[in-house]
Each structure stands twice: as structure tokens, then as C-alpha cells.
């Protein structure tokens, strides 16, 4: 792991004190227990199938061009959306315009270590997969020989971070009046066994990537919902093809019911938009009139002298 | 994988082609081209291999060191992938272009060998919650011709087949420090258990059809590949003949990712994965063999090694 030398850091070998805790000395199957009580509940009181209810705004970042805010229960993600600017270090013409995807964890955000400022391996796994995601969606010859920066920032993680993120960035840069094919949402399933785990919490999809059951691992997928397209579709973990494929036929209904969601958010925007557009006009014609009287009152006054 | 420019009808050709089942070269949809792969190349390195295919050349040294297992799998080794995408492959790959790239190559194998139904890292525990063995798979890609992936996980496969672990003779326990003590006989060594290794599989999609291993023409052709990772059959590894009483164990996708600025519609990627399982099967069978025979060739002191005079 690089060191950032322009911060300081904790000792080398210091390590989380939650490996000396009695949670952490649960065995496997104690803690494959914990996820989900005998009515089929789990921790959180969902059911199995039920994802959590996504709440999500636009226009959260001033500063930058769009903007959007994901908030999964616990799990918190900003994205921003910069203008093209030209592509840094480059010597080709590109007929296409290019993203650039870069994800970062907030040093708090993970419950069992704290992340370093330098981006990890993780991160710039997730970077490229938002990125794979996106690219399909955006029309890339509106903009060509141009970049366009997706910035997302993960304040909290309890579980489908990459799914957040991508539909928080789609949000973002539709936001931002980026010219897009298609609206994209993303979902994930982690599988355990022979039980599914929609929209799984941090806890779920550690417990899917380490176990040691026949089918287990966590799929995440992005649809491009009017042109039935999947833009992105990692897995992890070690599942059969039936498997595979049941969780695929369940992520595509998933995703599908986010896309309601999603337009109504869009619609508030451009709404928002504008009336505020509206609201400054009127402003401005008010402002005008003032302005034109007082210099009918100077010109009267320089005249008549 | 220098600027190939075909013009539109050359496109078309290779499209209506591949919608035929039939390839420009002649190969159907999910035939490889042939393969040189030789192991034991490096002799510093644990384990090594060296594998041509058509125009990529890659080749993969494993070191073995020992370190502190994590505190929270205790009994488990570690393998780690490090890809060097060197400029001597092709010119893009000059500066730090390659490093995109190599840590795209390296994540997927990461992911691929996580699970402990690909990679069993329990082989690797000395002793458990103190010491344990930890791989580092150094991958070199010497010259790039396309299918990177696939090329990668065939020759680390093979490299970890022919890993050897030296054997611990004496442990001193004191107090909480251990103390190793190592074989020094070279021949005194273990051999890991790699039958169900992933092999990536990359499916280049044409047209509406996906076809297996591309050439750099092919690849012009497609905007987006679909990447599968499948774990291998410990069957075609195990040099008994008494090995038909280990089961058949299922096939099972230990890595899927795509690759490429477009997208795939839900049938397509269904039947990708199916083919991607079909074609991996037969690769896992043909390297299981040819694996087996260059180890018996080794044991009776048969093999001739090329090395890279080849």
C-alpha cells in the first residue's frame, strides 16, 4: 500500500480494534444466522426480495455543472459532473468524447478499516467498472476530443456502493445536460447458498465474497431500461450458470422498478428549472423598469439644465 | 494491438462470417488458435510458465515468501497478481499507458481467484494465525497480439502446476514467535492443488454472434467482450488413472465482467456465458493434458526445454 507522505499516518501495524471484539470471533455459521431470523427476515427487517427505498436529489453540488445525491439507507453517495474540458496528456484526435469515472471512499466510510486518501486498489476497480457502466448511455459524439469528469464520493458504505454510484451518477449527468442514449439504474444481489439477498447490506456481501458454500458471491448489474440493454455486469464469488442466470432475470425486474423513481426525480428538476427561470426573468424585467425610470429621471434633470 | 484500419466492406465480411459460424482464418466461433506454452522457463522463479498464442506472448514467474496470515482468515495464504504491461509489447503501452491495462488485467484475476472453490488457500497455511505461504504472481506481457485475458490465466495456470513449495522440516515454537526450518534438498517439494484454477474466457461479441479468442481484425469489428471466468475440472489435472473416482465436479463462473463502450442485450449474454462454459471446458481439458505430459517428460528426464530460443 503506497504511503501518502504529504499526511501523517497511523503506525504501520496498527490494526481495527473490532478484531478483538466477540463479534469477530463468531464462526461462520453463527454469523450466516445473524443475517436472517426463522420468518425469513433479515437484520434490517426486509424481506429476502425487497430492495431498499432509494432517495435521491439533483443539484446537491453548487459548483459543479450537475449533481446528485443516492442515499441507500445507509449507504451514502454524492456523484458530480463537470463541463467537457480537453483531455489532459493526449496527442490523438478522438472521435469520441471520453468519461472520466473516479471513485473515492470517504476515509470514514467503511465500517471495519479506515480508507487511505491515496486510491486504493478498490477504488480504481470500482472507477473503471462505473465507467464501463456509463459509456454505453452517454452520446459520446456530441462531445469528441472532449472528457467529461464523474466524481463520485462514497460517504457511507452499507453495501451496493457500485450500484449507488451509478445511479447516482446517472442522475448526475443527466443533471448536468449531458446528452444521454438512455436513463441507467443498477442493482446488486449477493447470493449465499441457495438464498438470494437483494440490495445486500455490507455485512451480506462480506459474509457472500468469504463463504464456502456451493453457490455464493455477489452479482451487480446496469440497465439501460427503455433499450433493454445491460451496460455493466460484474461477478464475483463462484456461482453455476443457472444460478447466473435466475439472478439476472431477477436484477432486470429490480432495475426496472428504480426507473419510475428515477423520472419523477428528473422532472422535479427541469420543473424546478424552470420556474426558477421564470422567477429570475420577472426579476429581471422588474429591475429594468426601476433602472429605465431613474434614467428618465437624470436625462430629465441633465435637459432641463 | 497497433492501429488496424479496415475499411467498411472488410467489416461486413468478417461480420457475415462470424453470423455463418466461420471465421476469416476458417475457425468456428469458439476454436482457439494453436498454442505453444512451455513451464519452468525461469529458474529463479517458485514456478513459471511461457505461453504463445498467435501473436501475444506472455509470460508468468511465481515467487513464494512466507508471511503472517490476516487476523481474520487465519488459517489461508495469500496470492497476489502484479501485470507489467511493458512498452516492448506495443508502443501504446509506453510511459504509463499500460498501467490501465495491467490493473484491469490484474483485478480480473484477483476476482477470479478469490473464491476458495477456484483457488483453495487453505494448501498455503504453514501454521495457523502465524505463518503461511504467500504467492506473487508476476505476469509479463512480452508481446501483445490481442486476447489478453485469456492468454494470461492459460499461463498462470500452468505456472502455479509447476509451483513448487519447499517442505518444512522443523518448527520451534517460542513463545508466540515461530521459528521455520526449510528442506534443503531441491527435490524435496510440494506441488499446489490447481486443478480448479479459473481460466478466463473472453467473448468478443460480432454482429449478433460472440465468438471465442479474436484476432486483432475481429476486434475492430466489436464494441463490446464479455469476459468469463471458469473454474477448472480437478479431473484433467490428477495424473492417477484411478482418477475417475473424483466426481465431476460442476462448472461454475468464478469471475464475469465486460469489457468495451457498448452493451448487450439479456439473451445475448445468457448464450455468451453458455458458449464461453463450452469453450472453456475444452481449453481446461487440452491444458490439463499437455500439462501432465510435460510433467511426466520432466520426471523421466525426457523434456528438451526450449526457453525463448523458440
Known amino acids: ?305 | 494491438m497497433a492501429g488496424l484500419l479496415l475499411s467498411s466492406t472488410e467489416k461486413v465480411f468478417i461480420v457475415h462470417g462470424v453470423q455463418e459460424d466461420f471465421r476469416s482464418d476458417g475457425r468456428s466461433n469458439i476454436d482457439y488458435r494453436p498454442m505453444e506454452l512451455e513451464t519452468d522457463v525461469v529458474s529463479h522463479a517458485s514456478g513459471s510458465a511461457r505461453l504463445r498464442l498467435a501473436n501475444t506472448d506472455i509470460l508468468v514467474g511465481i515467487k513464494t515468501e512466507i508471511d503472517t496470515p490476516k487476523p481474520d482468515k487465519p488459517d489461508m495464504g495469500k496470492i497476489e497478481f502484479f501485470v507489467d504491461c511493458s512498452a516492448n509489447a506495443t508502443p501504446e503501452f509506453e510511459g504509463r499507458g499500460g498501467e490501465n491495462l495491467a490493473s484491469s488485467i490484474s483485478n480480473t484475476m484477483q476476482r477470479a481467484y478469490h473464491s476458495s472453490q477456484a483457488f483453495d488457500l487453505k494448501q498455503l497455511c504453514i501454521v495457523e494465525g502465524k505463518q503461511c505461504w504467500k504467492l506473487y504472481v508476476d505476469i509479463l506481457i512480452l508481446e501483445c497480439g490481442g486476447n489478453l485475458f485469456d492468454a494470461v490465466s492459460l499461463a498462470t495456470k500452468a505456472a502455479l502446476f509447476n509451483t513448487r513449495i519447499p517442505l518444512v522440516k522443523a518448527l520451534l515454537m517460542d513463545g508466540g514467535n515461530v521459528d521455520l526450518q526449510l528442506s534443503d534438498d531441491p527435490y524435496d517439494f510440494k506441488f499446489l492443488d490447481v486443478g480448479s484454477a479459473p481460466l478466463l474466457v473472453t467473448l468478443c461479441k460480432i454482429g449478433e454472434k460472440c465468438v471465442v479468442d479474436p484476432s486483432a481484425e475481429e476486434e475492430s469489428c466489436s464494441v463490446i467482450s464479455l469476459i468469463v471466468g471458469i473454474t477448472g475440472n480437478s479431473k484433467s489435472y490428477c495424473a492417477d488413472k484411478g482418477a475417475s473416482n473424483l466426481s465431476d465436479v460442476d462448472i461454475k463462473c468464478s469471475t464475469i465482467s465486460m469489457n468495451g463502450p457498448g452493451s448487450l442485450a439479456p439473451k445475448t449474454l445468457k448464450n455468451a456465458i453458455h458458449q464461453g462454459i463450452i469453450a472453456a471446458k475444452v481449453l481446461d481439458d487440452s491444458l490439463g493434458q499437455a500439462l501432465l505430459r510435460e510433467r511426466r517428460e520432466n520426471i523421466n528426464s525426457m523434456k528438451s526445454s526450449y526457453g525463448f530460443l523458440k
Request: hydrophobic content about 40%.
Open chain 1, 1 to 305: 500500500m503506497p504511503l501518502d507522505f504529504r499526511r501523517f499516518n497511523g503506525p504501520e501495524d496498527s490494526v481495527s480494534y473490532k478484531i478483538y471484539t466477540k463479534d469477530y470471533l463468531k464462526t461462520y455459521d453463527e454469523q450466516l444466522k445473524d443475517l436472517y431470523d426463522e420468518n425469513g427476515k433479515r437484520k434490517d427487517g426486509r424481506e429476502l426480495n425487497e430492495a431498499r427505498s432509494m432517495f435521491a436529489r439533483t443539484d446537491m453540488v453548487s459548483q459543479a455543472k450537475g449533481s446528485a445525491y443516492v442515499e441507500l439507507r445507509k449507504t451514502k453517495v454524492v456523484c458530480s459532473v463537470f463541463d467537457p474540458r480537453e483531455i489532459p496528456h493526449q496527442n490523438e484526435f478522438r472521435q469520441l468524447g471520453q468519461l472520466y469515472c473516479e471513485v473515492k471512499f470517504a476515509p470514514f466510510s467503511c465500517p471495519r478499516k479506515r480508507r487511505p486518501y491515496v486510491p486504493d486498489v478498490e477504488e480504481k476497480a470500482l472507477s473503471v467498472a462505473l465507467r464501463q457502466a456509463l459509456e454505453p448511455a452517454v452520446c459520446r459524439h456530441f462531445f469528441p476530443n472532449y472528457q467529461i469528469d464523474v466524481l463520485i464520493y462514497i460517504l457511507e458504505h452499507d453495501g451496493s456502493c457500485l450500484a449507488a454510484a451509478i445511479n447516482a451518477a446517472g442522475l448526475a449527468l443527466a443533471n448536468a445536460a449531458v446528452p444521454m442514449f438512455d436513463i441507467i439504474t443498477s442493482c446488486s444481489v449477493a447470493v449465499i447458498g441457495n438464498k438470494m439477498f437483494i440490495d445486500p447490506t455490507e455485512i451480506e456481501e462480506h459474509i457472500a465474497k468469504n463463504s464456502t458454500e456451493v453457490n455464493h458471491g455477489i452479482i451487480t448489474m446496469s440497465v439501460l431500461s427503455q433499450l433493454k440493454q445491460i451496460s455493466d455486469f460484474t461477478q464475483i464469488g463462484s456461482m453455476d450458470v443457472e444460478c447466473v442466470t435466475k439472478v439476472m432475470e431477477v436484477l432486470l425486474k429490480e432495475c426496472e422498478i428504480i426507473v419510475p423513481n428515477i423520472q419523477r426525480i428528473l422532472v422535479v428538476d427541469v420543473v424546478k428549472n424552470f420556474e426558477l427561470k421564470k422567477h429570475l426573468e420577472a426579476e429581471t424585467k422588474k429591475r429594468e423598469e426601476i433602472l429605465k425610470k431613474k434614467m428618465d429621471e437624470w436625462r430629465s434633470l441633465l435637459n432641463g439644465q
